[in-house]
């Protein structure tokens, strides 16, 4: 609520029982429960942190800087009618742990984690029905993992580095190798078979030369008339 300022309505407190004072402060529009630590050494305030205090019967906040009481404990707002719409918890006037916030209608719209006054942790964000549209990761008060949006069709991921954008890298689309011709296979020749040796044309002419008779080696005798006739 920096820039802002409440009126003190009512406190009430109890030094020797209570740590911490209560008061409640009231304005037009809202109304803010806080707590006052009793005793509170002095902070030496950082540049880069909301410090929320109290003086002269009103809260301020200030970056960097204080002039008051800071408060530490819980840290409650509600609307004119009484419906919460900020809580979450300071110490030494810092933001911490978890802080959340809700609409009119009493949907919650946005959770918050905190450490020293600084962002740290997971920042997650609803739409008017609850349904949670971006959660964003940061470091130590800035930006640093992913940062995820929500719609109706996916997500997309945007990742930070140190509070800077990592620019996505762009994927090189790779041309398809050229497939070579495929090679054509020629038809396998047919066995030509061998035919098997004629044997039995050899027993064939081995039988017929033994059906072939002998030859006469010997001279026929000659008769009584051819012996005659030389004579």
Known sequence: MLGTSFFLNSFSYDFEKKKNIDIVVTSADSIVKIQIPVKEKETKPNNDIIYYWYTNNRIYSNKGGYSGK???????????????????????????GEWKYWDKSGMLTKTETWKKGL??????????????????????????????????VGSTTVKYKNGKEIPAKVKEVRKPKEKAPAKVKEPKKEKVTKEPKKTETKKENSTQKKDIPPKNTEKPKKTNTEQNNKK
């Open 119 to 152: 962002l740290d942790g997971w920042v997650y964000q609803y739409d008017n029905s609850g349904i949670l549209i971006q959660k964003t990761e940061y470091d130590d008060g800035v930006k640093d993992g992913k940062e995820i949006t929500f719609t109706s």
């Open 70 to 96: 800071l408060l530490g404990g819980y840290y409650n707002v509600y609307d004119k009618e009484g419906r919460l719409v900020c809580s979450g918890t300071l110490n030494k006037g810092c933001r911490v």
